[in-house]
């Protein structure tokens, strides 16, 4: 079932999110419903609070559905390396129409548990890193606007207050 996304400013967008106890029929329920969702939408990653859910998880894909072996998902995943830094052009399905650049590692190692409940332990460059990175940020609460300094930040939260006033957000 294709979820709604929630967009900057709906909660629990901006808040923590708690790690998932036990993975029950919900949670894999929940999984399914995203990876539907990611699709749809369509996007190369979602966080569950996203959809309205406070909890630490996110699937990703960065071949958008091409290549069955990409696509991921993560339950209470931890960042246990993050090294480098690259510089790209990047947007969210939480904040639609706009973009940024925005700096974000070149290399991470993520570690946390697959659908099955299995541990597993994921390095990722490039696309990938800069997507885990995004999807993080995500669980604690934090959106790519959230890196932006001063008039840049300004503008968009500016752009999305009027969308907001004009019911078209
Ligand atoms: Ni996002």
Redesign the pocket.
Known sequence: MIRPILRYGDSPLHDPAAPVADITAEIEQLIDDMIETMYAAPGI?L?AP?VGVPLRVFVADISSGRNAADLLAFINPELIERTGTQREEEG???VPGFNATVTRPTRVVLKGLARDGSEQTIEATGLLARCFD?EMD?LDGR?FVDHLRGLQRDLIVRRIKKLSRDGKW
């Open positions: 990653g966080a996203q969210c399905l939480s995004h995500h959106l």
